[in-house]
């Protein structure tokens, strides 16, 4: 997932990672208060101890105990409804994209606005990170864009409500009169690991697990409390356990949507993706539904069959009904049409995404690269310049760094060095709220930071997890670093399963290249650039120039 994870990537809909959005007027308690506060973000916890486990036994489970009769996404002959493409799918200027959002809009939503959104606890924490004073306390994210990564796992009438903000604020205020509301306790916790996602703000992270430990500590057996526990591994990169505690959650309720989701997750960023294809089958069983349907496309992305990942994903957004549902399913169509240098489509795709969110980081960020990829390089800097602004993330940043140094005016060097140097702060918070950005550290650092710190998380990365992603990332580093012949292997076996990525096929070009395998090297770069012409502002341009020189 790109890795999609709770990451860049969680979305956390396949893991990805992953986005990300902002403050309503009325800001809730939770975002007044920094890492260290309490679970329910404001100092103070309602009446009563953490310790209660004497309290009700009995958890209400969210989900039906049986699956509901409806055709999965494994079924070859399910009914795929096609979504009718209201803009015409023609090479369009940059001031086209706006026009298509604008139709999707007057025909899917007739005139409906998502709110308005304003990145304030990511930007401030990252502000005093820059200046050395943030991570004063903590510990110890897979890479990309973040991402990458699944349909949330708070609860739906959570997400359902279009306010995430106001919806943890109403959850804060029953619990300092409920506080024996286990349920509520573990939906606020999810929404707390949502919201981190949304804003790009790892402080939540701390908060909740205080509120997901609260619930399990009034009834350790409720399997949305246990879901959450997985959902919050995942989203700091410890897909371990993530498995375990998804694993706990379906014995407690082997129907639960969120668990299942989970340890098709954790299964896919652990590398395991056999095991996370038959998990996905077994969760399109109990619990077919958008949720489901995304992580199934995935595992078959991952394996190269992209005819069944783009008919799995189109059957998921025929049957969404939420706007978080319907943006993050055309995020991930248009997605999966940048990688196949499909860039007309995956604008249309993004399109009907930003109808359903304007503010759906995926879709803002991925429709900036499309228009990069597309010729529209001024579009794309203007676009993710917003991004950022918002959301100071990894993927973003080092994108609009790259497009600084493709364009070369006047002070774009000491703009993309900023960009650069506010990943490095993102990475700072992140591993002081707990979470793992190993790969993180090691894609960006290798083509923009410390090449020597790059093989190191490359490597500590890889010892975690064997994927596509890690082993194409310990390639590159050690490419970087001078140790070809070692990074060879590796970037044979990123591209092994047959995942179609030109970032991939580049890195094994350049490395047969610099192992003296000339013909598979010039192969590799050709495929890489007849898959995806723009996959990279500085990757393309250098992978050209690699053919000229390997004529």
Known sequence: MPPRTND????????????????????PEAELTGPDAGALGAGAEPGGSGAEAEAEQAASKTESDRPEAESGACGSDAAVPETAHVVPHS????????HRVAAVRRVGASGRRWRAAQLVGCAALLAVALTGGAIAVGAARDGGSAVAVASS?????????GNLDASIAALQAHLRSQ????????????????????????????????????????NPRNDQALAGRAALAAARHDFKDALTYADQALKQNPYSERALSSRIDALVELGRYAEADGAAKTADTRKPGVPVFTRYAYVHELRGDVTTARRVLKQALAVATSRGDVAYVAAQL????????????????????????????????????????????????KGLETVVSRYPLPGPLVELGELYEARGAAGDKARARDQYALVDAWIALARANGVNADLDTALAAADHGDKASALRAARAEWARRHTVHTADALAWALHVNGRDKEALPYARRATATGYRSAAFLYHRGMIELATGHTEDGRASLRAALKLNPGFSPLGAARARKALEAAR
């Open 8 to 27: 860049d990537e969680a979305e956390t809909r396949p893991t990805i990672p992953g986005g990300d959005t902002a403050l309503a007027s009325a800001t």
């Open 91 to 98: 090479h369009a200027s940059p001031s086209g994209t706006d």
């Open 153 to 161: 796992a708070v609860d739906p009438g959570v997400l359902g409500s």
């Open 179 to 218: 506080p024996r509301d286990f349920g509520s306790w573990a939906t606020l916790g999810l929404a707390y690991v949502e919201q981190a996602r949304t804003k790009g703000d790892p402080a939540r992270y701390p908060q909740a697990e205080k509120a997901l430990k609260r619930s399990l500590a009034l």
């Open 334 to 381: 248009g997605q999966l049409a940048w990688n196949q240098g499909e860039y007309t489509t995956a604008l249309t795709y993004y399109a009907r995404a930003l109808a359903a969110d304007e503010n759906y980081l995926p879709a803002l960020e991925g429709r900036a690269r499309a228009q990069a990829a597309d010729g529209h390089r001024d579009e794309a800097i």
